[in-house]
């Protein structure tokens, strides 16, 4: 298997080059290494770029994870895939300038992913942090939950679970916020998974992961009406009946033992 897609802009600047050559040389600010994963920005030809380079697993780690029930990330081809059905749908996520994938075998493939970074950025959780004490004002709050169950209500309804829904996966463009304009993009989608329907238990665990991640910041009964109605897109009274047979109960479930294990 491979397959190398790369935008103008590194197109002329690797064009002599062994491109997963180039990708692995990449240094930076990193954000995150682990065993066979590197998350760093990096600056390339005075643009401002964000890679994740993917290397070999192995059977082991592969194994490890079937045997644990949980489902490995082999790689950046859920990020890439997210990200097209994602911009095609017209929710704003980071632009993909290069992305590229070799190898047969799944334990040894290896790949790559380059986006735009989104910068000046705030994430949505910083952004919010003081809200429990410094309340914003209704519009705002209205406007940024509006967008928030819009963009997750795309998501779910292309078969997509992004698999750590967290609103600081929401960045809001500065620059914009200047001019009192709160656009989101959602980042962070290298765990996503795409199927023809989004099973029940993944719709959960990603909108509990949401619920619990605002609960700390002032987010109110009436907010989480306002999220479900927007995400549900029908009134109230038709969601709230839905609400009391055990969907909503469950999410909010998972939102609250998630918060348990953040207790001391």
């Known amino acids: ?81 997210a990200s097209q059905l994602l911009k095609k749908a017209g929710v704003r996520v980071p632009e993909v300038a290069a992305f590229g994938i070799k190898g047969i075998s799944p334990a040894s493939r290896e790949s790559f992913i380059l986006t735009d970074a989104v910068e000046p950025s705030i994430s949505l959780e910083d952004y919010c942090a003081d809200w429990g004490t410094n309340k914003p004002s209704a519009e705002i709050k209205n406007r940024l939950i509006d967008q928030v169950a819009k963009m997750t209500r795309q998501l779910h309804d292309l078969g997509l679970n992004h698999r750590d829904l ?30 023809k329907r989004v099973p029940r238990r993944w719709l959960v665990k990603d909108l509990g992961s949401l619920l619990f991640s605002c609960m700390d910041l002032g987010f109110q009964r009436r907010d989480w009406l306002r999220f479900i109605k927007v995400y549900s897109g029908i009134p109230l009274r038709e969601s709230l009946p839905e609400h009391h047979s055990g969907f909503w109960r469950d999410v909010e479930l998972r939102a609250q033992n998630l918060y348990k294990e953040t207790l001391p």
């Open 166 to 195: 967290y609103i600081c996966h929401f960045l809001l463009d500065a620059n914009r916020l200047q001019q009192d304009k709160h656009e989101l993009t959602m980042i962070d989608l290298h765990r996503a998974q795409k199927r």
């Open 1 to 81: 298997m491979s397959q190398l897609y790369l935008r103008e802009d590194l197109k002329a600047e690797w064009r002599t080059e062994d491109v997963f050559e180039s990708v692995r040389k990449l240094q930076g600010e990193v954000y995150r290494a682990v065993k066979n994963r590197r998350t760093l920005r990096v600056e390339i030809n005075k643009r401002t770029y964000f890679a994740k380079i993917h290397g070999a697993v192995g059977w082991s780690e592969i194994l490890k994870n079937v045997i644990t029930l949980r489902l490995p990330v082999l790689g950046a081809t859920n990020e890439y895939r």
